[in-house]
Structure formats: structure tokens, C-alpha cells
């Protein structure tokens, strides 16, 4: 077996023959410079920076200090966030293990070529299309198809990538990769390149996008009646459309957004968990439908043994017309063995049941099934629960194995001196008589048990074949391991008005109970999807029922349409190549680290341990960034709105801008700037997300700004008309707005905890000791007797307006809320 050469592979990767991953997890160090370089109002404040600099007013050159720290902060978050993201991509590359020149080695899965031979193993995901050519395996194609039966693959026959091996060994020949791959194919629909949606960003594209088309014709407007029709000077002219243009721009809101979300992206990296689309993390804040898939989530996947159940017979089995007919049998409940509770599992606090161990089971189970496991090849969940719990033993002298095959559903061996052991399905070891076990089984069945018999003649068995006499002689109750952080997770949604749905492609029943182990609300409502025929029949069912069993791919994807068209927003997990579809058309698509490549391609989110218990963290951090962000666009956004109405306010009613660019500088790093990027990135707010970003925004800033320019107009027009001189107004303006804003802070950021008093009057402290000290710098001037008066009046008032006018706002909106959710009802009662 000497596999491909090395100039064989250079060959071939050099003819594009190799399984190559196009999709790239972050960006470039190059695009991540350039984005946030190349911005519209980078270029705006280094064409304002060159005017002021030509007209000679150096100390109002300091804003473009801000667009640089600006800038590179940016780009040291991204780049800080990019090294830790691409570590943790690089754990969940999934690797092959190939045979060339005539050695197995290890190499990543996107490296190998065509007609590469490789050796696959049970555990193994098929990393790329291959045909079997020398052994034998069973594959669960169930991450494809979404059905959990295993097949039996032989020479010749096709393994599929995204399939997993369950059992066996084989060497198998590429002839498939990259796009050709069938799950490549399959989840061609899902790579489809769709932007996820995004609230947030949609909203600040707007704004900027607002801002981008009035602030140059505004800012010419300015200069125009400056120059023109006040005949200021040059400098004068160009100093005071400066200052109007920069309180335009919102120069740290797109800033804030990025470095809120690349904390956010970081810290639930240090959890474990891989972000790879940015603006999910926003998604996650709105989450009110969590659709889960049980294995993998509730369960870990594994089995365990619940419990053992002699049986008692006096007859054996015997072969008539070719069929195994049972005798009657008695099952003394005395002798149920209970195993030790496995650590895993939850346990019901109400059951009362004796523990007894493997070692304190009738001789004759203990001795059969320790054989068993010794001998067994099988290394699938459920060999490896029986394998876990019964102790091996060489005490009996081996003859032949009957391994398992999907076709016969039992496996087992025959043992020199003491017969054939089997181990399955009641249907398929007894497929005729054994009505009262077939009983049993079915209950316990319906309890959501997997349930086995094990079974025994004195005669050795034909190759594979049944022997005759076969008689029942154990139950052996096996049940899904419930992960330890199940019942928590599950209790944290639901408090927090998260609305669950386990949806499956077992058995409903079976999934409903281990929902209801896992503390589930409402396990009991569940339904059978196979009888789901209509969107219709889809909408009432999502509306009563938590639990979906025998769910297909394309119903998984119809589940989250319908969920979403009755407004709800739905994260989705998902493990499989038969979830994509749903994973994609989910608001927010969470992957599992062990499940299939194409799942954790089209995910927003990977969970690196596959932890089910790491969703509460996502939530949060999902929340506190969302609610940080929002405040914070509030107090940019204040800024912005005012000065743009002061400038149009100037543009046909006053004389001089109020403010010079330096003194701007002061307001938006005392009151914006610096404390907003404190309380942003260090005062956590994990309440849940309420009315949306835009009108939240709206009714916390424009009131706001409503006042403060009202404030500083009326300083302008007494000024302009009482005392005839512009001396003052800079100075009186400033005071007033500094004031303001911290008035503003306050009442945005509450309610106020000790850290936020602590920053916010903190900034108050270091506002006014700057005006103090810098007066020169500041251009600040003494002020008229009766212009201190009324900088005294408005310093007072101004709060009680700001909150007057939010008061007024929120009001309205709930006026609104409440006038649209009246119409929306009457629509559901017209259509119903």
C-alpha cells in the first residue's frame, strides 16, 4: 500500500485536484487597514484639517488627533480580534489521515487530493467523496440525510462526505473534492451568499448614510452666509463651518459599534465559542425562539445503561415453519437491576430504586454479557454504554462473532461449551411470539427508553444465523446521556422569555420524554411532523407544541419561515449537512464544533467544545453589547442632530457660529467620547433588549438635542440682538452645552449604579477644570453680567426640559405601539 507520491500530489494541487476550503473566517490585515482607513468621514476630516491649516488656526487642528486615535483603535481591535479568531478556526479543522509514499500521515482535510488513499475508522467523518477498496464499514449518513440508520459499506461501494464512520475499517480511494464533494452539492443552496440581517447596522447605514448627503451642502450653505452675507473673514469664515461640520460627525459612533461587537467577539472566544459573523452578536440580543436539536444539546450524543431486567422462562425458544416462537415468561420485578446513576445523566429526584452493580447480576447475565464486551468490535454509542457498564471478562473460550449489521439489528457471539450469546431488538430476535416481552418493550419504549434483549441458545450458531432454542433471558434499558447543564440552560431561557422547541428525527415520544428529564416546559406537547402537511398545519403546531419529532431537512427550514413571519426572532442549532438550510435561514444559525463541516461553514456561530451550556453566555453578551451600543449612539447622536439644527438655525436667523472646532473637541471627549467607551466596553448590561435601536436611539437623543439647541439659540439671539457683541457666545455656549451633556449622560445611562456615577461626574469634574485651565487654548472669554444670569437660568432648566421631552416622546411611542399592536390583533382575528 504505498498510496500517492509526493510528485503525484504536487501534480494534482497544481491542477486545482485538491479539497480546497474557500471560505475565509476573518479578513485580510489588508482589508482590515483599508476599511478602516478608507472611510467618507476620514476623508471629510482631513479635507477640514487642510483648511484649517491653510487659514492658519492651528489650535483647532486637534479633532484630527481624535480621527487618528479613531482610526487606529479600530484597527487594533479587528486585528487583535482576527489572531484570536483564526486560532480558534484552526481547532476545528478536521483532519485525514492519508497514505502517501507508503506511509500514513495526518494532514488537514483541505489538502487532500484525488485519488488520495485514506483510512477511515469508526469515529471518522468522511472527509471527501470515496469508494471503498479493501475492507469493510458501516456509515451513518444521518448528518446527510437526517435518517439515523447505519449502512453497510463494501468493496466498490460509495462513501459520501459529511457521513460518519459507526463501525469497521477500510481503505478507501478520493474521487471527489472540493465543490464536487456531495455535501458540497447538497449545501449549495444554503452557500448561496446572503448578508446577515442586522438591525444595527442597518440603522447606522441609515444614519450615516443621512448625515453623508446633508453635511456638505449644509457645511457650504454655512460658509456661503459667513463669507458672503456676514462678510466675516477667511479664517473666521472657514473656522466656523468647521466647527458646524464636525458636531455633524458622528466621528466615534461607527468606531464604538465595531470595538463594542469585537469585545463582545473576544470574550466569547475565551469561552469557547467562535464568532464568524460580527453583527450576529447584535441578533443574539433580540433571540425570543431557541430551536434545538436534542442530541448533541439536551444529550451528549452518548448512551448509557438505566437498567437490567432478568427474565425468567421455563421453555426455550423453539424453530418452527422457519420462525422463532417464544414461550411464556415471567418478569419478577425484585430482581430489576438498577445500575449506578452515571454521572451525566439527570436523575428523576422522585425515583426510588435499588443500585446494584454489573458485578451483583445473576451469574449468568454478568458472565454473558462481560464476554460479550470482551469479544465485541462494535464501537458505537450504544456498544460503548454496555461496554461501560459491564466489566470485560475472558472466563468463556470464543468460537465466532456475529457482528452487528443494520440489516439484522443484533450482534453477538457463540462461545465454545456455553452457546450463542445475542444481543438486539426484540422485533428482530423475535420477529414472530414473544407478545408479553414485545409488550414490555414497547412501554418501556414509550418511556423513552432504546431497549435491548439479550438472548441465549445452547447451540452454536450457523455463521450469522439465528440458532435454535434462542430464549429472552435480560431487558437491557439504555438511555440518552442528559447533559449536566440541561435543566440550568433550559430554566435561564425560560426565565429569561426565551421560547424553546426541540425539534428531532427521532421518535416524538422518545424525544418528549428526555425533554421532560432535561426540564423542559411543556415536554408533553409534542407532535409527530410526519403528520404535518400544510403551513397551516405548521403554524398551529409551532403555536402548542415545544416537541417535534421525525422532522425532515426541509421542515426544519419551513419551522423557522413560519416562526419568522409570526415576528419572532429564531436562533437555530444544528450539527448536521440536514440542518443547513435551517442554520441559514435562521436569524442567528449556532454549529456545533463535532458536527459536519458544511453546518459549521454556514454557522454564525461555532460552539469549539460543543457545549450546550455555553448558549446562556452568547445571550448575555449578545444583550450587554446591544444595550451599550444603544446608549451610546444616543449620546453621538445627540451631538450630531444639535449641530446640525444649530446649523441651519444659523443659516437663516443668526450671525456667528457659536462654538470654534477646539471647543467641540472639549464637549465630544468629556461628554461623549471618552465616558461612552468606558461605560461601553466595562459597565455590563445584560437586561433583556426592548423597543428597536432606531426609535430607542431617536427618543433618547432628540429631545435631548431639541434642548440643548434651544439653549444655545437663545444665547445667540440675546447676543446677537441685546448686547451686540459675539465675544461672549462662545464661552456662554460652551458652559451651557458642557452642562447639558452631562445632564444628558445622566439621564440616558440610568439608572445609575456606582460606576457610572463615578464616570460620569467624574467627566463632569474634568469638563469644567479644563475650562478653567484652558481658557486660552479654549478661546474662552469673560461674560456680561446678564449673560451669566441667563447661562445660570438655562443650566437650571435645562434638565428639566430634557426630561420633560423624553417623557413626551415615550409616550408617544407607546401610544404607537399600543395603536399597532391593536390593528395587528384585529388582522389575526380577521384571518383566523
Not at 461555532?606 to 451600543?629: H, M, Y
Not at 445622566?746 to 475650562?771: D, Q, S
Request: with cysteine.
Amino acid at each position: 500500500m504505498i498510496g500517492l507520491t509526493s510528485e503525484e500530489v504536487r501534480e494534482r494541487v497544481k491542477a486545482g485536484q485538491v479539497n480546497v476550503n474557500t471560505d475565509l473566517p476573518t479578513r485580510t490585515y489588508k482589508q482590515i487597514v483599508l476599511s478602516n482607513t478608507l472611510t467618507f468621514f476620514n476623508f471629510l476630516n482631513i479635507v477640514l484639517f487642510v483648511m484649517i491649516i491653510l487659514v492658519g488656526s492651528f489650535r483647532n487642528s486637534l479633532f484630527i488627533g481624535t480621527a487618528i486615535i479613531n482610526t487606529c483603535i479600530g484597527i487594533f481591535q479587528e486585528i487583535r480580534a482576527k489572531k484570536t479568531l483564526d486560532k480558534l478556526a484552526v481547532i476545528t479543522t478536521n483532519r485525514a489521515r492519508p497514505v502517501r509514499d507508503g506511509q500514513q500521515i495526518s494532514v488537514p482535510i483541505d489538502e487532500l487530493v484525488i485519488d488520495d488513499l485514506i483510512v477511515l475508522k469508526n469515529g471518522d467523518q468522511v472527509p471527501a467523496d470515496c469508494v471503498v477498496i479493501k475492507g469493510e464499514v458501516e456509515a451513518n449518513e444521518s448528518l446527510l440525510t437526517g435518517e439515523a440508520d447505519n449502512l453497510e459499506k463494501h468493496r466498490g461501494d460509495d462513501l459520501y462526505s459529511g457521513s460518519t464512520i459507526t463501525s469497521g475499517k477500510a481503505l478507501c480511494r478520493v474521487i471527489h473534492v472540493g465543490a464536487d464533494n456531495y455535501s458540497a452539492k447538497l449545501t449549495a443552496q444554503a452557500k448561496t451568499f446572503k448578508i446577515h440581517k442586522s438591525e444595527l447596522r442597518d440603522v447606522i447605514n441609515l444614519i450615516l448614510k443621512v448625515i453623508s448627503i446633508v453635511i456638505v451642502p449644509i457645511g457650504a450653505a454655512v460658509f456661503y452666509k459667513q463669507y458672503f452675507i456676514v462678510h466675516n473673514t477667511i479664517r473666521d469664515a472657514v473656522v466656523n463651518t468647521v466647527a458646524s461640520v464636525l458636531g455633524m460627525i458622528p466621528e466615534g459612533l461607527v468606531l464604538l459599534t465595531s470595538v463594542a461587537l469585537t469585545v463582545g467577539t473576544v470574550h466569547l472566544a475565551r469561552k469557547k465559542v467562535l464568532v464568524q459573523e460580527l453583527f450576529c452578536i447584535e441578533t443574539l440580543a433580540h433571540v425570543d425562539v431557541l430551536c434545538l436539536d436534542k442530541t448533541g444539546t439536551i444529550t451528549s450524543g452518548d448512551m448509557c445503561v438505566d437498567r437490567i431486567i432478568p427474565l425468567e422462562s421455563t421453555e426455550a425458544v423453539t424453530v418452527r415453519d422457519g420462525n422463532l416462537e417464544a414461550p411464556t415468561l415471567s418478569v419478577p420485578d425484585v430482581k430489576t437491576m438498577v445500575p449506578p446513576p452515571h454521572p451525566d445523566v439527570v436523575q428523576d429526584a422522585e425515583e426510588d430504586t435499588a443500585v446494584m452493580t454489573a458485578e451483583e447480576l445473576p451469574a449468568e447475565i454478568a458472565d454473558a454479557m462481560g464476554n460479550l464486551m470482551n469479544v465485541s468490535p462494535d464501537e458505537n454509542p450504544t456498544a460503548l454504554a454496555l461496554r461501560k457498564f459491564f466489566p470485560k471478562s475472558g472466563s468463556f473460550k470464543l468460537d465466532h462473532i456475529i457482528p452487528f449489521s443494520s440489516d439484522r439489528k443484533y450482534s453477538g457471539a457463540a462461545f465454545k461449551g456455553h452457546g450463542t450469546y445475542l444481543i438486539g431488538a426484540v422485533q428482530f430476535l423475535f420477529p414472530r411470539g414473544a407478545s408479553d416481552i414485545s409488550e414490555q418493550c414497547a412501554r418501556y419504549a414509550a418511556e423513552g427508553y432504546r431497549v435491548l434483549v439479550l438472548a441465549h441458545s445452547p447451540q452454536i450458531a450457523s455463521s450469522h444465523a439465528k440458532p435454535e432454542g434462542l430464549r429472552p433471558i435480560a431487558l437491557i434499558l439504555l438511555t440518552d446521556v442528559i447533559r449536566e447543564a440541561a435543566p440550568s440552560t433550559l430554566r435561564y431561557f425560560r426565565e429569561q422569555g426565551v421560547d424553546l422547541k426541540v425539534i428531532s428525527g427521532d421518535d416524538p415520544q422518545t424525544v418528549s420524554v428526555i425533554a421532560a428529564k432535561a426540564g423542559l416546559k411543556n415536554a408533553h406537547h409534542f407532535i409527530d411532523a410526519t403528520k404535518i402537511e400544510s403551513k397551516e398545519d405548521m403554524r398551529k403546531a409551532l403555536r402548542k407544541c415545544s416537541v417535534f419529532g421525525r422532522v425532515t431537512p426541509q421542515q426544519k427550514k419551513q419551522m423557522v419561515q413560519v416562526l419568522q413571519k409570526e415576528n419572532h426572532v429564531v436562533a437555530m442549532t444544528g450539527d448536521g449537512v440536514n440542518d443547513v438550510l435551517a442554520l441559514k435561514e435562521a436569524n442567528c444559525s449556532i454549529a456545533m464544533a463535532s458536527g459536519s463541516d458544511a453546518a459549521k461553514n454556514i454557522a454564525n456561530v461555532v460552539l469549539l467544545e460543543s457545549d450546550f451550556a455555553c448558549l446562556p453566555d452568547i445571550l448575555a453578551q449578545g444583550r450587554k453589547v446591544v444595550n451599550n451600543i444603544r446608549r451610546a449612539s444616543s449620546m453621538f447622536l445627540i451631538k450630531t442632530v444639535f449641530s446640525m439644527m444649530l446649523s441651519l438655525l444659523l443659516i437663516f436667523f443668526g450671525e456667528a457660529y457659536p462654538f470654534e472646532p477646539i471647543q467641540m473637541t472639549l464637549i465630544s471627549a468629556c461628554a461623549v467620547g471618552i465616558p461612552t467607551f468606558i461605560l461601553a466596553n466595562l459597565d455590563p448590561d445584560y437586561n433583556p433588549i426592548g423597543d428597536g435601536f432606531l426609535s430607542h436611539v431617536l427618543i433618547k437623543s432628540v429631545p435631548i438635542a431639541l434642548t440643548i439647541t434651544a439653549c444655545v439659540f437663545s444665547i445667540m439671539m440675546v447676543c446677537m440682538n441685546v448686547y451686540h457683541d459675539n465675544s461672549g457666545l462662545g464661552t456662554a455656549c460652551v458652559l451651557v452645552t458642557g452642562w447639558s451633556y452631562m445632564a444628558a449622560l445622566r439621564t440616558v445611562y440610568a439608572p445609575l449604579n456606582l460606576f457610572r456615577k463615578v464616570v460620569i461626574y467624574g467627566m463632569n469634574v474634568i469638563f469644567f477644570i479644563a475650562a478653567v485651565l484652558l481658557q486660552d487654548l479654549l478661546a474662552l472669554k469673560g461674560l456680561e453680567f446678564g449673560i451669566i444670569v441667563q447661562v445660570f437660568i438655562l443650566m437650571t432648566i435645562s434638565p428639566i426640559i430634557q426630561d420633560f421631552l423624553t417623557n413626551v416622546f415615550i409616550r408617544a411611542q407607546h401610544w404607537w405601539e399600543a395603536r399597532r399592536k391593536q390593528k395587528f390583533a384585529k388582522k389575526e382575528e380577521v384571518s383566523a
